[in-house]
């Protein structure tokens, strides 16, 4: 598989579990939450969808070939962003994992776009206090 590939298939993975808009080939529209993906051929699966009628469904799913496109409704969440800042706290100790979704620092201390997810003591609470400072600076520009 390709960089690019790997990139492309990256890049739809982060929608997962996230609002998106999905355009089909034969003109219908829905709307919902992405709850899964099929690599093999690009079939999704929405949850809570609507569509363009208004009709609210349980689950969608739609075989790849007639997925047209994706349209992401969330702006997505900034790792990099995130593990810049921890950098200027914890220097030299901040591991991005971006194709994964986590940071880790100082080895210990795993941090997601949900916040502080593994870790306890002092490192981790001033990791959460860095977080919730971001998280708070990200809303104001919304």
Not at 9 to 33: H, M, P, Q, Y
Not at 41 to 67: I, M, P, Q, W
């Amino acid at each position: 598989m390709s960089v690019a590939q790997r990139r492309f298939f990256t890049e739809v993975s982060a929608l997962a579990d996230r609002n998106v808009i999905v355009a089909t080939t034969a003109g219908k529209t829905f709307t919902g939450t992405l709850i899964g993906i099929n690599p093999d051929n690009l079939g999704l699966c929405l949850a809570g969808a609507k569509d363009e009628e208004g009709r609210v469904l349980h689950r969608v799913f739609l075989n790849g070939s007639v997925v047209a496109q994706i349209f992401s409704v969330e702006k997505p969440f900034d790792l990099k962003a995130l593990a810049d800042r921890l950098e200027k706290v914890f220097p030299t100790m901040v591991k991005l994992y971006e194709d994964k979704g986590f940071i880790w620092v100082m080895d210990k201390v795993k941090v997601t776009e949900k916040g502080v997810v593994e870790g306890s003591g002092p490192a981790a609470e001033r990791v959460e206090k860095v977080y919730a400072a971001f998280m708070g600076e990200m809303k104001g520009k919304v």
